[in-house]
């Protein structure tokens, strides 16, 4: 069965750093599209950004020029690198994974604050 393994949230102060990651697994299909999304409380999960295989990113307008998203296809790992951030970053971080023939997963989420 698919596992997802997600990995480097935590506590920062505002203008500080973090690295996301999330290793995928258990699985013969390819992935097509890797990314992360969030949700904070009382709002909707969404996108932060996504990465196809041919290593194009996609980015929320909010997090654009501060965070990196890219991927690893021998490992099936993504990279979130998260700088100058904000207390408006603070959310619960999902990774997600669309696999080609093989449906949509998710990871198990990891918590960013970022305290003002």
Not at 7 to 20: C, D, I
Request: aromatic residues 10%; hydrophobic residues 30%; proline residues 3%.
């Amino acid at each position: 069965q698919v596992q997802l393994v997600e990995s480097g949230g935590g506590l920062v102060q505002a203008g500080g750093s973090l690295r996301l990651s999330c290793a995928a697994s258990g699985s013969i299909f390819s992935i097509t599209t890797m990314g992360w999304y969030r949700q904070a409380p009382g709002n909707q999960r969404e996108l932060v950004a996504d990465i196809t295989s041919g290593a194009s990113p996609n980015y929320a307008d909010s997090v654009k020029g501060r965070f990196t998203i890219s991927r690893d296809n021998g490992r099936n790992t993504v990279y979130l690198q998260m700088n100058s951030l904000k207390p408006e970053d603070t959310a619960v971080y999902y990774c997600n994974v669309i696999y080609h023939a093989h449906g949509t997963y998710w990871g198990q989420g990891t918590q960013v604050t970022v305290s003002s």
